[in-house]
């Protein structure tokens, strides 16, 4: 009933940027927090940056200064900005949303497929 679609990851050099996007869709009456988190193989997933409604953001302190989180509610889409990337930043980064649908229920996390971002040195 929701699909979250990731698009934008792909192989950079180290000191590279990138945009990440993620669209959501489906029966959706309204979308609360939304964020991107990763996992690098051999990891746990973690969270890398969230954005409220409202546009209030968080960051992992491993990317603070250096990814910026955004999102359109309109367009129902939130942006990872990735500047001067690190190795450390490869990754498969998923997309994650809190949705609450017009079918009733309550809120609840859907996920992207996920997108791989690869840094080479």
């Known amino acids: 009933q929701v699909q979250l679609v990731e698009s934008g990851g792909g192989l950079v050099q180290s000191g590279g940027s990138l945009r990440l996007s993620c669209a959501a869709s489906?029966?959706?009456?309204?979308?609360?927090?939304m964020g991107w988190y990763r996992q690098a193989p051999g990891k746990q997933r973690e969270r890398v940056a969230s954005?409220?409604?409202?546009?209030?953001?968080n960051y992992a302190d491993s990317v603070k200064g250096r990814f910026t989180i955004s999102r359109d509610n309109a367009k129902k889409t939130v942006y990872l900005q990735m500047n001067s990337l690190k190795s450390e930043d490869t990754a498969v980064y998923y997309c994650n949303a809190q949705v609450t649908l017009y079918s009733g229920g309550a809120e609840h996390s859907s996920w992207g497929q996920g997108t791989q971002v690869t840094v080479s040195s």
């Open positions: 954005i409220t409604s409202g546009g209030r953001d």
């Open positions: 489906g029966n959706i009456f309204s979308i609360n927090s």
